[in-house]
């Protein structure tokens, strides 16, 4: 009994079916941008109809696009970066081309490790997370004359374009706001600093703040604490653990917050009422949480589809991109932060 095998779809039978010419599938595949949103739907059906698969190895080989952004951040196993891969991701889409996805989980030499895979996969352009990445990372990049963009953080002395925030600004907006409600007993909890130049700029930016109001916070009450709801929530143990506790906790990302005001109710200790919580990044659900969340909103979204242009233009026009965009921060002063008269008195 003999088995008959399904004949593969070429880019001709892409074409008929989809009633535009063999170049235009061509010139859909490997320059987007030259056409029409409506022609690429039909292309992108008649593909999808037919199976086919491009032979991208063969492409590459002669020089053609592979129609594919590298994206790496440092985590993807928390909500820190999900916004911001995500209107990425669409934004790119929307522009013709596709993500290649991976994290490096805070290693600067697992990002170079990925960033050479991802090169060798010929991807059209790569975007990082941050201004700090290893002289491997960024030698090999301009060897490769590779279209970049660094996500997340402004910085106007950046070695490649950048689309980000500016995370100091955001960590003196909290601390300020801190300082001008009266709190002079304050305690920070941030991430692991080293290697991690969000979170540091953040924490210097608080420290400034708060130096500025005259506050400067304990050793003991300055702690480091991974990503995660349930380590914060253990780490408010020792921020309380005497009878001088603080008055109001600065967390350097809103995931540690939650994890804060999780572990004082754990306690028996009100937010606001007997203690103050502050976050940066207004992550999605910090709105909702009870209390509401003071924080400093980040706005990835915007990050993300700015970023998407400027790397999606750099690979277009084969040339450096070096106009940055600067997203400033904001102050989003919710339920979760009051003034030091407002609290309970102990």
């Not at 010929?122 to 996500?151: C, F, K, N, W």
């Not at 290697?195 to 703040?209: E, K, S």
């Not at 940066?280 to 990050?303: N, Y």
């Given at each position: 009994?003999?088995?008959?095998?399904?004949?593969?779809?070429?880019?001709?039978?892409?074409?008929?079916?989809?009633?535009?010419?063999?170049?235009?599938?061509?010139?859909?595949?490997?320059?987007?941008?030259?056409?029409?949103?409506?022609?690429?739907?039909?292309?992108?059906?008649?593909?999808?109809?037919?199976?086919y698969i491009r032979n991208r190895?063969?492409q590459t080989i002669h020089g053609?696009?592979?129609?594919?952004?590298?994206?790496?951040?440092?985590?993807?196993?928390?909500?820190?970066?999900?916004?911001?891969?995500?209107?990425?991701?669409?934004?790119?889409?929307?522009?013709?081309?596709?993500?290649?996805?991976?994290?490096?989980?805070?290693?600067?030499?697992?990002?170079?490790?990925?960033?050479?895979?991802?090169?060798?996969?010929?991807?059209?352009?790569?975007?990082?997370?941050?201004?700090?990445?290893?002289?491997?990372?960024?030698?090999?990049?301009?060897?490769?004359?590779?279209?970049?963009?660094?996500?997340?953080?402004?910085?106007?002395?950046?070695?490649?374009?950048?689309?980000?925030?500016?995370?100091?600004?955001?960590?003196?907006?909290?601390?300020?706001?801190?300082?001008?409600?009266?709190?002079?007993?304050?305690?920070?909890?941030?991430?692991?600093?080293?290697?991690?130049?969000?979170?540091?700029?953040?924490?210097?930016?608080?420290?400034?703040?708060?130096?500025?109001?005259?506050?400067?916070?304990?050793?003991?009450?300055?702690?480091?604490?991974?990503?995660?709801?349930?380590?914060?929530?253990?780490?408010?143990?020792?921020?309380?653990?005497?009878?001088?506790?603080?008055?109001?906790?600065?967390?350097?990302?809103?995931?540690?917050?939650?994890?804060?005001?999780?572990?004082?109710?754990?306690?028996?200790?009100?937010?606001?009422?007997?203690?103050?919580?502050?976050?940066?990044?207004?992550?999605?659900?910090?709105?909702?949480?009870?209390?509401?969340?003071?924080?400093?909103?980040?706005?990835?979204?915007?990050?993300?589809?700015?970023?998407?242009?400027?790397?999606?233009?750099?690979?277009?026009?084969?040339?450096?991109?070096?106009?940055?965009?600067?997203?400033?921060?904001?102050l989003i002063v919710r339920a979760?932060?009051?003034?030091?008269?407002?609290?309970?008195?102990?």
């Amino acid at each position: 009994m003999s088995v008959k095998k399904n004949k593969k779809a070429d880019i001709l039978a892409v074409a008929k079916a989809a009633r535009v010419s063999p170049s235009t599938v061509s010139r859909s595949f490997n320059h987007p941008e030259l056409v029409k949103a409506n022609t690429r739907k039909k292309i992108d059906a008649a593909v999808r109809r037919l199976g086919y698969i491009r032979n991208r190895a063969a492409q590459t080989i002669h020089g053609i696009r592979s129609g594919t952004i590298g994206l790496i951040v440092p985590t993807i196993d928390h909500a820190i970066f999900a916004e911001l891969v995500q209107s990425f991701s669409d934004a790119v889409e929307e522009l013709g081309f596709t993500i290649l996805l991976a994290s490096h989980g805070y290693s600067l030499d697992r990002e170079y490790a990925l960033t050479r895979k991802m090169l060798e996969h010929r991807v059209d352009g790569m975007a990082l997370i941050g201004i700090e990445h290893s002289e491997d990372t960024y030698g090999l990049l301009a060897q490769q004359a590779m279209p970049s963009v660094l996500l997340w953080n402004y910085a106007k002395d950046a070695r490649l374009t950048c689309v980000g925030s500016d995370n100091l600004a955001a960590g003196k907006l909290i601390g300020t706001h801190i300082a001008n409600l009266g709190h002079r007993n304050v305690a920070t909890l941030f991430p692991p600093l080293a290697g991690n130049d969000r979170a540091q700029l953040r924490f210097d930016g608080v420290t400034q703040a708060l130096a500025e109001g005259g506050v400067v916070p304990r050793n003991d009450w300055t702690l480091e604490t991974p990503y995660s709801v349930a380590a914060a929530k253990e780490a408010v143990d020792a921020l309380i653990s005497d009878a001088a506790r603080p008055t109001a906790i600065i967390c350097g990302n809103d995931v540690l917050a939650w994890g804060v005001i999780h572990g004082l109710m754990r306690k028996g200790l009100r937010v606001p009422q007997d203690l103050s919580v502050t976050g940066i990044g207004d992550f999605k659900g910090s709105k909702e949480f009870e209390p509401g969340l003071t924080t400093v909103r980040i706005p990835a979204r915007q990050i993300g589809a700015q970023g998407a242009k400027r790397i999606v233009e750099a690979v277009i026009s084969e040339a450096p991109v070096v106009v940055g965009d600067l997203i400033p921060p904001e102050l989003i002063v919710r339920a979760t932060s009051a003034d030091l008269s407002n609290l309970t008195k102990f």
